[in-house]
């Protein structure tokens, strides 16, 4: 598989979506705690904006917190850019090499489907990653990967309902291979999205 070029469909197919949703869903909620659709979107393009010094400042600024600079930036970024900048600036760097520090290009390939999903499930719109680029991911699920993404998956077997693809022992928890996938990266679901005896454990909560 290509994944530069997965990883530059990924991106314009995102950038279209995006260009699409009506006014109001930006300040819709997303997957990401304290995250809103703006939020998400400007950080996905953070690594095609920032030189490495500016980051290197940021960090500063955020006395070295990774996810405190990451979350500052966001605000500013959705705050200072229109929707049609925040989507432009995915289809603009579509074919862009960044990387997730050590994450490799696979990592990239992640970064852009999972912040997507983020988008999209939350906003309850129906678009399916394709098979390849989520089997890309799916393939590289470990213990050492589910405890960098905070995913708690013990006594929980993954079963895929739309793919050969299954992970973990213990009691089968059912849904779609990129539901499952957000799983792995430590997310929280609409209530529905999975099947089994555990599955209150990944139901997303909001407060009133």
């Known amino acids: 598989m290509d994944i530069a070029a997965a990883i530059a469909a990924e991106r314009r ?5 995006l260009d699409g949703l009506p006014a109001d869903a930006w300040d819709a909620p997303s997957l990401c705690a304290g995250w ?22 940021e960090l ?19 705050a200072a850019m229109a929707p049609a ?20 290009i696979e990592g990239a390939l992640g970064h852009d489907v999972v912040h997507g999903l983020d988008i999209t499930v939350a906003l309850g719109l129906d678009r399916r990653v394709p098979e390849d680029r989520l089997l890309v991911l799916l393939q590289r699920v470990t213990p050492r990967s589910l405890r960098f993404f905070g995913a708690a998956l ?12 299954s ?6 928890l059912h849904g779609t291979a990129q539901d499952l996938l957000l ?19 990944f139901v997303l909560t909001r407060a009133a």
């Not at 659709?37 to 400042?57: D, I, K, N, Q, T």
């Not at 006395?63 to 970024?77: K, P, V």
């Not at 925040?86 to 490799?104: C, E, F």
Request: proline share 7%.
């Open 60 to 78: 500063v600024r955020a006395r070295g917190g990774l996810h405190r600079m990451t979350d500052r930036c966001a605000r500013a970024d959705a």
């Open 167 to 172: 992970y973990g022992t213990g009691a089968p």
């Open 36 to 57: 809103r659709v703006r939020e998400v979107a400007a950080h996905m393009s953070l690594g095609f904006r920032y030189s490495l010094p500016r980051v290197a400042l």
């Open 85 to 104: 900048e925040l989507a432009a600036a995915l289809r603009d760097n579509a074919r862009h090499p960044w990387q997730p520090p050590g994450q490799g």
């Open 154 to 165: 013990d006594g929980v077997a993954l079963r895929a309902d739309d793919l050969d693809w």
């Open 183 to 201: 799983l792995t990266f430590g997310r929280r679901l609409p209530p529905g999205r999975v099947r089994g005896e555990h599955e209150d454990r």
């Open 13 to 17: 197919e995102l950038a279209d979506l």
